[in-house]
């Protein structure tokens, strides 16, 4: 069975653009979940998409916003960018009721300028 | 609230030798899980290891096992016979409502030649 993959893995942005990244989970799992890893926060969680519903969500501003099609392939956005988003994005997938084993992609590494 | 402790941020282990990396957790839900995962440099996070809270016996895979004591709240990861790829970031979670892991800040080890 094929991983989670995220696309693109690198990104380069510039503060007040938008981004989007995509994540597609495990063949068969139907939750995903999105983190954000920085040096400084450790791995926080952003959102869990569950049958293109969220059915949880972290605490970071309206800016972060996600949702998930009915493929279970995922999206997450972030709009205005600020330099503190420079982060590691991480999407998760896990198979059936989020608080199954969760199995990560690659990330995204997303820097803003 | 949920919270994990990893109180360790580098160990130095040698090849071939076993090595301990501690977590310490903070819950009030009566069932719960924890997970140990492997960041290596390139940022993939790796599923190693999973131990529920009513599982009788510790959890082992392969060379990983994991020194549960409910009592005491602690789930220490154990790696034996240490290999040089098994340098890398490990990080302690454990699940807060459905698609979210709280991690632990993560230990750092490196295992020398």
């Known amino acids: 069975k094929a991983g989670v993959t995220q696309t693109p893995r690198y990104l380069i942005k510039t503060r007040g653009q938008q981004v989007t990244l995509s994540c597609s989970p495990i063949s068969g799992h139907r939750s995903v979940s999105w983190y954000q890893q920085t040096p400084g926060q450790g791995l926080q969680f952003l959102f869990e998409y569950f049958s293109e519903t969220q059915r949880n969500k972290g605490n970071f501003p309206g800016r972060f916003s996600g949702r998930q099609f009915s493929n279970s392939r995922s999206e997450m956005n972030v709009s205005t960018l600020e330099l503190g988003d420079s982060a590691l994005y991480l999407c998760?997938?896990?198979?059936?009721?989020?608080?199954?084993?969760?199995?990560f992609g690659p990330g995204t590494r997303l820097t803003v300028l | 609230a949920q919270k994990i402790t990893q109180t360790q941020p580098g160990m130095f282990v040698q090849e071939k030798e076993a090595v301990t990396l501690d977590c310490t957790y903070d819950?009030?839900?009566?069932?719960?899980?924890l997970f140990w995962y492997k960041q290596p440099s390139s940022g993939e996070m790796i599923f190693l290891i999973y131990q529920g809270s009513y599982d009788q016996q510790n959890a082992t895979e392969g060379r990983y096992s994991l020194n549960f004591q409910k009592a005491r709240k602690s789930a220490n990861l154990v790696i034996s016979a240490s290999q040089l790829g098994d340098s890398a970031m490990y990080f302690c979670?454990?699940?807060?409502?459905?698609?979210?892991?709280?991690f632990g800040q993560g230990t750092t080890l490196q295992v020398k030649p």
């Open positions: 998760a997938s896990s198979a059936w009721t989020g608080t199954d084993t969760q199995y």
């Open positions: 979670a454990t699940q807060r409502g459905t698609g979210k892991l709280i």
């Open positions: 819950t009030s839900d009566p069932s719960y899980g």
